[in-house]
């Protein structure tokens, strides 16, 4: 008999012990608004680690879900960020949680399927906005209203792997690329990556005319009294930090480090550091040393003849591949003749 009673007393205690409230799962059609959206729950209601789901039909046929947790929170409502109760919001905030999952199955929408990343509530691709989504066998990628070509799609089946072209000129900050990519992945066509405001900018191009060039250049000031400036000018940094006209028989203004392709004086012009220079003045023998002359000019500030007078610079800058092609590529190992 005292067993029975210890064993009813005992019962009773744990039965008299503080109620803890399980929490609950709830579900609304719109963020706010009252009554069957998120903040149309009272909040006396609610219970702190309670959690919510919103499926909303934003104004289209392709609904939105929103995943909330309620928490001990004053916060200011900010949706969809925080919601609070209209209703007893006390300190009882939900507040949209990060969803996390090995991987998404994601059905097709109007018979594409898309990935959308937007910090508005709009559905449709606009500001702040990226979508990616698959498009006869390719990825494309939308930001902000403006459509990018990714890449083939290859399947079992090898679709994709014939059509790897960019549909446009695209520049991703100070990224500017327009390429038709071959089989082996490789830019084909006149590119440039960078811009003005780089240090120096890579230009492919086929030098097909007159004052054309191909290669890498650096974007610098040129002094406002440059004795040449004219495009295929050989160029040397001065001691102000400008380029200024290079000259092999003059000390100080050697050795030549890039060829003028920008014309003139002043800021952001370019100068080639390395690659192809195309300009029909010029009058080489394929295959010769070229070196930088004495008598600056577009004409005759390189020369196929090694300059030889005491004090001058023996300085090679290139090698003719044509008769109005060079290939600049400065030494900057300088000899000077006694």
């Not at 919601?83 to 059905?107: E, Q």
């Not at 006149?190 to 003005?196: E, F, L, M, S, V």
């Not at 240090?199 to 086929?206: A, F, G, H, M, S």
């Not at 001065?238 to 890039?258: M, N, Q, R």
């Amino acid at each position: 008999m005292k067993r029975i009673i210890l064993f009813v007393s005992i019962f009773l205690l744990l039965a008299s012990g503080p109620a803890v409230a399980a929490n609950k799962f709830w579900w609304g059609s719109c963020l706010t608004g009252g009554g069957d959206c998120l903040d149309g729950i009272d909040g006396d209601d609610i219970t702190i680690g309670d959690g919510a789901a919103v499926a909303r039909d934003a104004g289209s046929t392709e609904p939105e879900i929103y995943f909330y947790r309620a928490y001990g929170s004053s916060a200011s409502e900010s949706s969809p960020f925080v919601i609070a109760p209209d209703t007893d919001p006390g300190t009882k905030r939900w507040h949209l949680v990060k969803v996390y999952a090995k991987s998404f199955n994601v059905p097709p929408v109007d018979g594409e399927n898309r990935i959308i990343v937007s910090n508005n509530t709009s559905r449709a691709p606009a500001a702040s906005s990226m979508e990616i989504y698959p498009e006869a066998n390719i990825w494309k990628l939308n930001v902000n209203g403006t459509e990018y070509i990714l890449g083939p799609i290859d399947d079992a089946a090898g679709n994709g792997d014939t059509s790897r072209a960019w549909s446009a000129d695209k520049a991703f900050d100070q990224l500017a690329l327009k390429p038709d990519l071959a089989g082996t992945n490789a830019f084909t066509g006149a590119n440039t990556i960078g811009d003005a405001g780089d240090d120096q900018i890579v230009k492919l191009n086929v030098n097909a005319a007159d004052g054309t060039f191909s290669g890498f250049t650096i974007t610098r000031t040129v002094d406002a009294s440059a004795a040449g400036s004219a495009f295929g000018q050989p160029m040397y940094v001065a001691s102000d930090g400008e380029l200024d006209t290079a000259d092999a028989d003059v000390a100080g203004k050697f050795p030549s480090i890039c060829i003028l392709v920008t014309a003139g004086t002043g800021a952001s012009k370019q100068c080639l550091t390395h690659g192809t220079v195309t300009e029909t003045d010029w009058n080489w023998t394929p295959g010769a040393i070229l070196y930088l002359s004495t008598a600056p000019g577009t004409t005759t500030g390189i020369t196929a003849s090694a300059p030889s007078g005491s004090g001058n610079a023996v300085q090679r800058i290139g090698v003719a591949l044509s008769a109005d092609t060079l290939l600049f590529s400065p030494s900057l190992d300088v000899v000077v003749l006694e």
